[in-house]
């Protein structure tokens, strides 16, 4: 028995996907105690868009760790900090025309979800927050109660109050626009569903199954905050800095949140790291009201400016995202129509968070084991978890995304009783 099995707790669940013992990591690859080498289509579950200890970002990181540099500072100001509300300014902000306050919470995502939704229940006066059908936005009581997925609701122990969910963009099927459900039950005083303080939702649901909303339903869903006086948050904790393509994942669809939340890959380098971004004119916090000890990592400080610097400087990085975006779709799209049978398993998702939907969790288990037998580490997500979601670190060369994306394919084909039609031998 390892010292895991005897002392960690059940709640582990990665582990159990992926059972072996991790010693190094760089780039998109991992290698394990015994030198085996796996290439990562997980990424940290989105928090490693730059990969596994980018050069850049650990050269700046131990600079400053050499030269003492501040490691804990609650939410006193220091170098580090300033740094990267400088290149949030000019690298993001000032380019996308945006202004927005930075509050810096407790370092992880649902931390950002929880000030969020107490900020915009104070500002508005109202307990209500509307969320959307398979959306994940935490798992700590507030962020749960707007989280869709019943296995972390059924974990909570107590009843999740002050939240309704409608249904997201498709959940009714093509053709039906949910946003006249949303509209229509706003509007109407016998509705049953109190006005609320926020609307939150995800452009692309990670966890929910890639549910990738279109533009126009976005429009929609912000013209309708704004008739009915309600804030609008986008959580960009998953689908954000980079991960579509774009920064922020809603730049595309020209919408202006009034809060944003952010985290995973904001520090760049997987360090604790989470924000809310806030319409100035919705700043109404009274000094330390909202609080939390490790809201001043410095050290993430560091690494996300260095990040904002290098990668986000001009649109070079961000096409060469949509470029890998555009190849790892077209892939999915093939796999999808060979090994599946009458659209029985096909393509979602956008950006570089993408992937397949199988007939059920079942068979995405055994695909994703079979990558795993074949040095792949890949997820699963969705209701069902049904979705191989493909969440590859953005700085991945073209040539380890084809041969992940043979090693998928292989074991798609295994899985689903075909023949491999393209899929290179080395895949084997």
Known sequence: MTVFDRLESEVQSYARSFPVTFKKAEGAWLTDTDGKRYLDFLAGAGS???GHNNPILQERLVDYIKANGITHGLDM??????EFLNAMESKIFKPRNMEYKIQFTGPTGTNAVEAALKLA?????RENIISFTNGFHGVTLGSLAITGNEHHRGAAGVSLD????????GYMGDGVDTTDYLDRVLSDNSSGVALPAAIIVETVQGEGGLN????????KVEALCRKHDILLIVDDIQAGCGRTGTFFSFEPAGIKPDMVTLSKSLSGYGLPFAVVL?????????????????????????????????????DAFAKSVQE???????????????????????????????????????IADKVTTECFGRNLIIETSGPEDEVVKCLVPLIISMEDLAYGLDILEVSTAKIMGKNVVTAKAAAE
């Open 121 to 125: 229940r104070r500002v508005k006066g």
């Open 162 to 169: 002050n939240a309704v969910s409608v249904p997201f963009d």
């Open 324 to 362: 890998k975006a555009e190849f790892l779709g077209k892939r999915l799209e093939e796999i999808a129509t060979r090994y599946g049978d009458n659209g029985s398993i096909y393509r979602k998702g956008r950006g570089l968070m993408q992937g397949i939907c199988f007939e059920s969790g079942e």
């Open 278 to 314: 806030i319409k100035p004119e919705y700043d109404v916090w009274h000094p330390g009201e909202h609080n939390g000890t490790f809201r001043g990592n410095n050290h993430a400080f560091v690494t996300a400016t260095a990040a904002l610097e290098h990668f986000w400087s001009d």
């Open 77 to 82: 100001h220091s170098c580090a900090k300033e």
């Open 48 to 50: 490693l868009n730059y």
């Open 212 to 219: 990738a909303a279109d533009f126009d339903w976005l429009k």
